[in-house]
T-cell receptor, first 114, second 112 residues
Framework: GEDVEQSLFLSVREGDSSVINCTYT??????LYWYKQEPGAGLQLLTY?????DMKQDQRLTVLLNKKDKHLSLRIADTQTGDSAIYFC??????????????FGKGTRLHILP | DVKVTQSSRYLVKRTGEKVFLECVQD?????MFWYRQDPGLGLRLIYF???????EKGDIPEGYSVSREKKERFSLILESASTNQTSMYLC???????????FGAGSRLTVL
């Protein structure tokens, strides 16, 4: 079945850029998401990208999609202590029908070094 | 601001007890979901509902049931809690025309 893979941990110094990578197997993916989970909280949608886009930028966040390699990345510029969280990559080919599913990766825990 | 509210943030129960986890959304969403989150396993779908009184099994429904008597409320029930059900439970919802899930803050359940 479909799968989403991401590394479990990433450590970055405050002020540096963080790059969190994700690969997925579903070639019919239409929507790809990044969710953020702060300690003790639920998942918060950070951003999402359509499969016909290569890049999406929103303030400090840049999402890059390589559809050929089925690779998605999230770059956080000027990483701050408030960025410390677990970041989940997810994909779906749509959520319009009852049987449609969103597949989540296991999450990457971002640790900020002072 | 759209909201999914899980009434219990932290619960401690004993093995064999019946447990109710409540989730309420104020966005008039048709679809609601229950996931559990465990370290190293990510999110796993337990049950979902696409309409009042309708329910569908997810990937790990064993040991759980759900109730959707009203559109805004989706309850997860553990008939007889076991220690392997100690976990973080996340509720989510989405509208029928949307492709984005909105999550609640989570309910952390510990079964002793």
């Amino acid at each position: 079945g479909e799968d989403v893979e991401q590394s479990l941990f990433l450590s970055v110094r405050e002020g540096d850029s963080s790059v969190i990578n994700c690969t997925y197997t579903d070639s019919s993916s239409t929507y790809l998401y990044w969710y953020k989970q702060e300690p003790g909280a639920g998942l918060q949608l950070l951003t999402y990208i359509f499969s016909n886009m290569d890049m999406k930028q929103d303030q400090r966040l840049t999402v890059l999609l390589n559809k050929k390699d089925k690779h998605l990345s999230l770059r956080i510029a000027d990483t701050q202590t408030g960025d410390s969280a677990i970041y989940f990559c997810a994909e779906t080919n749509g959520l319009m029908n009852r049987d449609d599913k969103i597949i989540f990766g296991k999450g990457t825990r971002l640790h900020i070094l002072p | 601001d759209v909201k999914v509210t899980q009434s219990s943030r932290y619960l401690v129960k004993r093995t064999g007890e019946k447990v109710f986890l409540e989730c309420v959304q104020d966005m008039d969403h048709e679809n609601m979901f229950w996931y559990r989150q465990d370290p190293g396993l990510g999110l796993r779908l337990i049950y979902f509902s696409y309409d009042v009184k309708m329910k569908e099994k997810g990937d790990i429904p064993e040991g759980y049931s759900v109730s959707r008597e009203k559109k805004e409320r989706f309850s997860l029930i553990l008939e007889s809690a076991s220690t392997n059900q100690t976990s973080m439970y996340l509720c989510a919802s989405k509208g029928s025309g949307a492709n984005v899930l909105t999550f609640g803050a989570g309910s952390r359940l510990t079964v002793l």
